[in-house]
């Protein structure tokens, strides 16, 4: 039980950082964002747990393939705000056009030979 209270205290410290950090600084924010720190703590918990390396592979592989559909939101949201949308109706809309973007990546990638 103590473990799953570290990943859960290090992932919101994360998170407390990334968002402290860009309250001051948007861009260094965004860097620090950027940067696949859950993901690199997903794998060494993952690694610990497991020591599964195809496991991790395969978690490594999919994070990349998941990427992808998320990186139009960093273009759509502030396109939107810029543009005077409401701040709840640019953040929903984004998020909804990342979800769709996911769901055809789940249907296309079995499609061009990549399973996850």
Do not use: C, N, Q
């Amino acid at each position: 039980m103590f473990y799953l209270f570290i990943k859960a205290a290090l992932s919101g410290v994360i998170i407390m950082i990334v968002s402290e950090v860009a309250r001051r600084s948007p861009g260094f924010g965004g860097l620090i964002a950027s940067l696949p720190l859950v993901s690199v703590l997903a794998i060494i918990w993952l690694w610990r747990d497991t020591h599964d390396i195809e496991r991790i592979a395969g978690h490594a592989e999919a994070t990349f393939w998941f990427v992808l559909p998320s990186l139009p939101m960093f273009l759509i949201l502030p396109a939107l705000l810029r543009h005077g949308v409401d701040f709840w109706i640019a953040l929903g809309g984004s998020s909804l056009l990342t979800m769709a973007l996911y769901s055809l990546t789940i249907w296309l990638l079995p499609k061009i030979g990549i399973s996850l």
